[in-house]
């Protein structure tokens, strides 16, 4: 059974840059077949799909957001990182990392979720 | 505003049948991409119920079931337990603005 495990800082200041890792254990990244993504939750609303990345290093990001992501793998460490630059409190949220299928796909594996609060 | 809308709330007495609706529009249900389905109990991660728009995951209990039919999807779920009280969201694909995946805004199941 895949886990996936999210980590980095709760608090950014506004501005700076929100940065995240998701390390996934129980199956390899570098194994194919599969995309790599991070949704986030803002507090008390719905899911927005950031982006996902496959293994080799290719990456799909949500119109809305693409300006400010970037989405990095490193099959060494069986891990992905998120990168959203210049945060406001608008990127408050659960950011949540997971194994999609691709696509309109589904996504079947979800991380825990980390909750990061952009404030001063 | 999410692209695809759903109810924000149902309810149902246990043992009840309830559906949740997600309507969408000619650049994601109705283009024929699929729907998927998520149950997020409080607190927790989302957890995929629903995917291709019917299909159950192992171990999801046949009283949730899916449907598609032109520009819309519905949840079913039957004999209503207590703990299927959660949020509940669709999923699927919008082929506008360069494709997207798209969620629902998401629907409260009270179990009265």
């Known amino acids: 059974q895949v886990q996936l495990q999210e980590s980095g800082p709760g608090l950014v200041k506004p501005s700076q840059t929100l940065s995240l890792t998701c390390t996934v254990s129980g199956g390899s990244i570098s194994s194919g077949g599969y995309y790599w993504s991070w949704i986030r939750q803002h507090p008390g609303k719905g899911l927005e799909w950031i982006g996902y990345i496959y293994y080799s290093g290719s990456t799909y990001y949500n119109p809305s957001l693409k300006s400010r992501v970037t989405i990095s793998v490193d099959t060494s460490k069986n891990q992905f990182s998120l990168k959203l630059s210049s945060v406001t409190a608008a990127d408050t949220a659960v950011y949540y990392c997971?194994?999609?299928?691709?696509?309109?796909?589904?996504?079947?594996?979800w991380g825990q979720g980390t909750l990061v609060t952009v404030s001063s | 505003q999410s692209v695809l809308t759903q109810p924000p709330s149902v309810s149902g007495a246990p043992g009840q049948r309830v559906t949740i609706s997600c309507t969408g529009s000619s650049s994601n249900i109705g283009a024929g991409y699929d729907v998927h389905w998520y149950q997020q109990l409080p607190g927790t991660a989302p957890k995929l119920l629903i995917y291709?728009?019917?299909n159950r995951p192992s171990g999801v209990p046949d009283r949730f079931s899916g449907s598609k039919s032109g520009t819309s999807a519905s949840l079913a779920i039957t004999g209503l337990q207590a703990e299927d009280e959660a949020d509940y969201y669709c999923?699927?694909?919008?082929?506008?603005?360069?494709?997207?995946?798209?969620f629902g805004g998401g629907t409260k199941l009270t179990v009265l």
């Open positions: 291709g728009n019917s």
């Open positions: 999923q699927s694909y919008d082929s506008s603005l360069s494709g997207t995946k798209v």
């Open positions: 997971a194994r999609d299928e691709g696509g309109g796909s589904f996504v079947h594996y």
